[in-house]
């Protein structure tokens, strides 16, 4: 369908002017009712942040997130845009979108009272109607609301005229929804220029004789330990807010697998002609993300600051990287990451957790404490106590076993061979999550991990003895 050019031509086609609140809840509202989610690409939130998202949208209200650092805040903020209608009408030129039926611009109206039906109709599409801005302290009124611009005085226009103002990011936003990251950095004399916004619903530029009532969805994020850290969300200005919504980092294991996967960059070396494929095992997966959960709850690491679903992240795609730079040295083309490779993980975690010790220089100390606590949690909710005796009595008449960066892939075959009893094992784990896509020429891998993640957690679980030199190590009876 053709869309209309003018005025007149949007009158004919019946097309009602309704405000961005009521679009977004026409729009919500036909997508909670034909179940159909609202926001793709955020996970773990389907019964708890989600549903209060969804009223805010129904009831039409301002929303502020409060939430740590990684919790997909800006992510949501971003995916509203989708509730807004594909196109948009709006008088031609004007830099506030204005309404065909209700313009507020002298522009606007100028345009409206000389040609009548014939004004020119532009159309914006809904990503355009999207505005962001992240606060920091030397953010101005200007920026937000607008200015004069001495160009325009210059070009011989009265101070008086409204044509001579710059409109700042709010106006530009009209009919659209802005949000604001990390609200309480704003300066509270600049946080008082947005009252009007959220309960007038207008805008008042440097003492001219006007207001420009706008119609816009204000969202807003906000840390909660900035509150008493770097700045604070004023009183009058939380008040406005209709929601305030708590987020959270993911309740559970599976779940913080699912946002990894989902986000971690796979490391495909085959158009670069190396031809490395990597295979990551579920229980390497739950390894990583478990790490994570168990930083969460150490009163070691500072919780203020948060453990970010982006150190899960950041930590698969350095131990794809690790046991790819493995495989590039031996020459294999199969690698799947092993329990030897964790020790990599120290680079990309450091800069994401902050560790609070008495000691200096305990952060390393800490943090293996964390991925051996991570290893034995995975080990245990896949083997019985009793179920390994057997590979524990492999083990005996001083029988060792040598894991570690070094070896490839055929010496744990060959290692396999001569115990039985740890072949069993590893073979159960590997059959226990063998996905049927997986390529056959990868299962000496996948059984190498296998093997080190039971002798790590017999090592752990105090009845293996555990020599090791970097990614070296040997594995002993305990008698």
Do not use: C
Not at 240 to 252: E, S
Not at 260 to 283: C, H, I, K, Q, W
Request: net charge negative; charged share 25%.
């Amino acid at each position: 369908m053709t869309q209309p050019t003018t005025l007149g031509e949007l009158r004919k086609i019946g097309w009602v002017s309704r405000p961005v609140k009521d679009e977004m809840r026409a729009n919500a509202a036909k997508a909670i009712a034909a179940s159909e989610p609202l926001f793709d690409g955020v996970l773990g939130y389907e019964n708890t942040v989600l549903p209060q998202l969804e009223n805010a949208m129904l009831a039409g209200h301002d929303v502020v997130f409060l939430g740590e650092r990684g919790q997909a805040k800006t992510r949501m903020i971003r995916s509203l845009v989708n509730l807004l209608d594909e196109w948009m009408p709006y008088i031609e030129g004007s830099e506030i979108f204005d309404d065909p039926y209700n313009p507020v611009s002298r522009h606007a109206l100028d345009l409206v009272a000389e040609h009548g039906d014939d004004t020119p109709i532009a159309w914006a599409h809904r990503s355009i109607r999207y505005g962001e801005k992240l606060a920091t302290p030397d953010t101005s009124i200007a920026d937000l609301i607008g200015e004069v611009d001495p160009i325009k005085v210059a070009e011989g226009r009265y101070l008086s005229d409204e044509l001579t103002l710059h409109y700042g990011l709010v106006p530009r936003t009209n009919r659209g929804i802005f949000a604001i990251n990390e609200l309480p950095d704003l300066a509270e004399r600049i946080q008082v220029g947005l009252l009007n916004v959220l309960e007038e619903r207008d805008v008042q530029i440097r003492g001219y004789k006007i207001r420009l009532p706008l119609d816009v969805l204000l969202v807003a994020t906000a840390n909660p330990e900035d509150y008493t850290n770097r700045g604070r969300i004023i009183t009058p200005l939380k008040d406005r807010f209709g929601a305030q919504i708590r987020t959270h980092y993911p309740l559970d294991v599976d779940t913080e697998m699912d946002i990894a996967s989902a986000e971690a960059r796979p490391l495909d070396l085959t158009e670069m002609g190396e031809g490395v494929v990597v295979t990551l095992p579920d229980f390497m997966a739950e390894i990583v993300a478990t790490f994570s959960h168990v930083a969460r709850a150490s009163s070691q690491v500072n919780q203020r600051s948060g453990v970010s679903v982006r150190m899960t992240v950041t930590n698969t795609e350095t131990l794809a990287a690790n046991a790819t730079r493995r495989a590039l040295q031996r020459g294999e083309r199969h690698v799947v990451p092993r329990v030897s490779d964790l020790e990599s993980l120290m680079s990309s975690t450091a800069g994401k957790i902050e560790i609070e010790s008495m000691e200096e220089g305990r952060d390393g100390k800490i943090v293996e404490t964390m991925l051996r606590a991570a290893v034995l949690e995975v080990f245990k909710n896949r083997f019985s106590p009793d179920e390994l005796s057997d590979v524990v009595a492999s083990f005996g008449e001083g029988k060792v076993v040598h894991t570690g960066d070094d070896l490839g892939s055929e010496s744990y075959m060959e290692l396999l061979a001569g115990n039985q009893a740890l072949a069993v094992a590893a073979e159960s784990l590997v059959a226990a999550e063998a996905d049927p896509q997986s390529d056959e020429g990868a299962a000496p891998a996948v059984l190498a991990s296998a093997v080190e993640l039971v002798l790590e957690g017999l090592h752990l679980s105090k009845r293996l003895n555990k020599e090791h030199v970097g990614a070296r190590a040997t594995y002993r009876s305990r008698g």
